[in-house]
Nanobody, 115 residues
């Protein structure tokens, strides 16, 4: 059974930092395209950042130079370092894994940024 479990969300003031983690089980992390998505209240889920098995990264324009995605295949772990947080970063953040046409999602972790 595949599981992705996120952690690290919470309440932080604008300008602060948080580090999100995602740990997977039941899948081979090293062959997966991994990503962080977020969904704010009343909005569609959107891609925040992704990282390939080879370490190539992509960032949404809104988080470039503030967020950093990383992965540790030996620990089946994915991380998102979020700096200079803004109120508009408030959302539920989801970990996603994709390989060979199959997609897996975590249950999400809530990030709230106060102004």
């Amino acid at each position: 059974q595949v599981q992705l479990v996120e952690s690290g969300g919470g309440l932080v003031q604008a300008g602060g930092s948080l580090r999100l983690s995602c740990v997977g089980s039941g899948i081979i992390f090293s062959i997966n395209l991994m990503g962080w998505y977020r969904q704010a209240p009343g909005k569609q889920r959107e891609l925040v950042a992704s990282i390939t098995s080879g370490g190539n990264t992509y960032y949404a324009e809104s988080v470039k130079d503030r967020f950093t995605i990383s992965r540790d295949n030996t620990r089946n772990a994915l991380a998102l370092q979020m700096n200079s947080l803004k109120p508009e970063d408030t959302a539920v953040y989801y970990c996603r894994a994709a390989a060979y046409g199959v997609v897996y999602w975590g249950n999400g972790t809530l990030v709230t940024v106060s102004s």
